[in-house]
């Protein structure tokens, strides 16, 4: 006679193999994503460092370009040169007085 007791116990354990087979499937590639996503998330920080050092550096070359000019006012150099486009006011150097009151 067929023993179907043995057949069935060993059906369930082929199936539970089967479940824990795709379990550590799923479970592999979930962390492969998550791994992923932190090197993604890594990157991101590394470009807004990269990012804030450039906007630190044109800063900082703005600022020392705009304490040269103030220097050479200071020297008494009137042939500075004062460029609208860095300014980003037009004309503001030349008309300096013309906010002031008349000198009489």
Known sequence: MFNFGAFAGGLAQGIRSGQDLQIRRNTAARLAKADDREIEVH???VDKA?????????L??????IVAGWGKIRQGNSNVDIDP????????????????????
């Open 43 to 45: 990157h991101a920080r």
């Open 50 to 58: 990269a990012f804030d050092k450039d906007r630190r550096n044109r």
């Open 60 to 65: 900082r070359a703005a600022n020392e370009e």
């Open 85 to 104: 486009d860095k300014t980003g006011q037009a004309g503001t150097a030349a008309a300096g007085r013309s906010r002031e009151k008349p000198l009489v």
